[in-house]
């Protein structure tokens, strides 16, 4: 009976040690699968193709301070503000043909005029007079406005250098292209059209890009394998049969 009795304690006793090991086996396991459910979506983000390859969202892109919020309506009113001035400029300049010496002058005498009777009758409508205050522009957004000028006009005469020496026909190709549409674009409007155009389009475009990303992507990967192909193709057939200079011959 001793016998038996230890005989059953023992194997109660290793019942409970498997069962323990199975629950931590498949506790481990349900681990390692949330592990991998949780791994499963950023792998996927990985793989997914972005519009000119960014890995950053659009609000980043765009500098992630208030200018991409102007951009990016994160503001509306401050954005509708900037988009209805814009849109007033181009009405004035280009509709009503206004001039912007005699828009200067005009407000200023209308300003000079309110303010000039405004400090002369105060004491016979019983105001305060007007505080004019004293403007004085400060230095340094000035140098730092002209030095990030000065860095990217630095910038773009270099990628004209290397443009312009032949090592990159590709890049010589594609700014060329630019070039012609931005001269044709020119001839159809004069350039007060063609910066508002612009600027309709940067508080546009990236606002509904940014809404609807993940149904323009797939468009542009499949447009972006499409040019890719014709690149090829058109690389195979007129390009490789160029003879190669010996000016680009030394510099590859």
């Known amino acids: 009976m001793a016998e038996h009795s230890e005989s059953g304690g023992v194997s109660a006793v290793m019942e409970k040690i498997s069962e323990k090991i199975q629950a931590h086996d498949s506790s481990s ?19 997914i193709y972005r519009l000119f390859g960014r890995e950053k969202p659009v609000h980043k892109v765009f500098g992630g301070g208030k200018p991409a919020d102007v951009l990016l309506w994160r503001n509306k009113k401050i954005s509708a503000g900037f988009l209805g001035g814009a849109t007033a400029i181009w009405v004035l300049f ?15 005498i209308l300003a000079l005029a309110i303010l000039f009777l405004w400090s002369n009758a105060h004491t ?6 007007p505080r004019i205050p004293e403007v004085h522009l400060p230095e ?10 000065r860095i990217e006009i630095n910038q773009g005469f270099a990628v ?9 026909l590709k890049k010589f190709l ?40 993940d149904k323009v ?16 193709v058109f690389d195979a057939k007129v390009l490789c049969k ?9 510099l590859a």
């Open 29 to 47: 396991s349900s681990d390692y699968d949330s592990e991998t459910d949780s791994e499963k979506p950023a792998s996927v983000k990985a793989q």
């Open 94 to 108: 280009e509709l009503v043909e206004y001039h912007l010496l005699t828009l200067v002058c005009h407000v200023l």
């Open 124 to 129: 016979f409508i019983n105001k305060t007079p």
């Open 140 to 149: 340094e957004p000035f140098l730092q406005v002209a030095s990030a000028l």
């Open 160 to 168: 004209l250098r290397n443009i312009a020496s032949g090592r990159d």
């Open 174 to 213: 594609i700014v060329i292209a630019g070039l012609w549409v931005l001269s044709t674009v020119g001839t159809w409007c004069n350039f007060l059209t063609l910066f508002y155009i612009s600027f309709v389009l940067l508080h546009t475009v990236p606002v509904l890009y940014e809404k609807y990303e």
């Open 217 to 232: 992507d797939p468009f542009a990967e499949k447009a972006m394998i499409e040019i890719k192909k014709q690149y090829l």
């Open 242 to 250: 160029i003879p190669k200079g010996p000016l680009k011959g030394k």
